[in-house]
T-cell receptor, first 112, second 115 residues
Framework: AQKITQTQPGMFVQEKEAVTLDCTYDTSDPSYGLFWYKQPSSGEMIFLIYQGSYDQQNATEGRYSLNFQKARKSANLVISASQLGDSAMYFCAMRDRYALNFGKGTSLLVTP | GAGVSQSPRYKVAKRGQDVALRCDPI?????LFWYQQALGQGPEFLTY????????KSGLPSDRFFAERPEGSVSTLKIQRTQQEDSAVYLC?????????????FGNGTRLTVT
C-alpha cells in the first residue's frame, strides 16, 4: 500500500524568505505521480505542482519547485520569496491507481 | 461555472437525520471523487465515479453512506441516520481523465456538523 508522510505539523517563515516543506512516500510501483496542494482557510484544495516518477527534471511552477529525490523517496516542496498569502495548509499526495492519497499536511504561517 | 461547485457550503444536522450533499463537477470531466476531511487531517478517499459508473466505493465508512451520479455529471453524496462521527468536511473533486499526471480539481467542500 502507498503511504505519504509529512513530518512537519507546522512551519513558520518570514515574508520574502524561502521555505521547504517535507514529504516522503512509500510505494512499490515503478511509475507514480506526486502532487502538492494548498488549502487556505476557505477550504478549497488548490493544485500547485506535479512530479512524475520518470521526469528527468524537478518540476517548477512559478515560485513553487519540487526537490525530487527518487532514491530517498522524497518530494519536498520549495516555496521561494514567501508571501503573506502563502499561509495555508499544504498537502502532499500520491496517485493510487485513480484517486489521490494525501498526507496529514503541514501548516505554513508566513510572518511579516 | 469554471470550477467544481458544492452545495450546501455548511450543513447542520441533528443526529439521526438524513443529509444530501451535491457536487457539480467541471463540465466534461469524466472522473468524480468524494473525499472526507476530518479536522486537522488530510482528505480521505470515499468513492470514485467514471461517468455514471461507480467504480470504487471502498472508502465509504458504512452502509449509511451512499453516492450516485446518475447522468454522469452532477453527483450526490447521501448520509443516512447521521452520527456525530460523520462531522467533517466533504470534498468533491473532478478530473478530465485519469492518468498519472492528471490533477484533481476540488470544490470548496461542504462542512457537515452533526449535533
Amino acid at each position: 500500500a502507498q503511504k505519504i508522510t509529512q513530518t512537519q505539523p507546522g512551519m513558520f517563515v518570514q515574508e520574502k524568505e524561502a521555505v521547504t516543506l517535507d514529504c516522503t512516500y512509500d510505494t512499490s510501483d515503478p511509475s507514480y505521480g506526486l502532487f502538492w496542494y494548498k488549502q487556505p482557510s476557505s477550504g478549497e484544495m488548490i493544485f500547485l505542482i506535479y512530479q512524475g516518477s520518470y521526469d528527468q527534471q524537478n518540476a517548477t511552477e512559478g515560485r513553487y519547485s519540487l526537490n525530487f529525490q527518487k532514491a530517498r523517496k522524497s518530494a519536498n516542496l520549495v516555496i521561494s520569496a514567501s508571501q503573506l498569502g502563502d499561509s495555508a495548509m499544504y498537502f502532499c499526495a500520491m496517485r493510487d491507481r485513480y484517486a489521490l492519497n494525501f498526507g496529514k499536511g503541514t501548516s505554513l504561517l508566513v510572518t511579516p | 461555472g469554471a470550477g467544481v461547485s458544492q452545495s450546501p457550503r455548511y450543513k447542520v444536522a441533528k443526529r439521526g437525520q438524513d443529509v444530501a450533499l451535491r457536487c457539480d463537477p467541471i463540465s466534461g470531466h469524466v472522473s468524480l471523487f468524494w473525499y472526507q476531511q476530518a479536522l486537522g487531517q488530510g482528505p480521505e478517499f470515499l468513492t470514485y465515479f467514471q461517468n455514471e459508473a461507480q467504480l470504487d466505493k471502498s472508502g465509504l465508512p458504512s452502509d449509511r453512506f451512499f453516492a450516485e451520479r446518475p447522468e454522469g455529471s452532477v453527483s450526490t453524496l447521501k448520509i443516512q441516520r447521521t452520527q456525530q462521527e460523520d462531522s467533517a468536511v466533504y470534498l468533491c473533486a473532478s478530473s478530465l481523465v485519469v492518468g498519472n499526471n492528471s490533477p484533481l480539481h476540488f470544490g470548496n467542500g461542504t462542512r457537515l456538523t452533526v449535533t
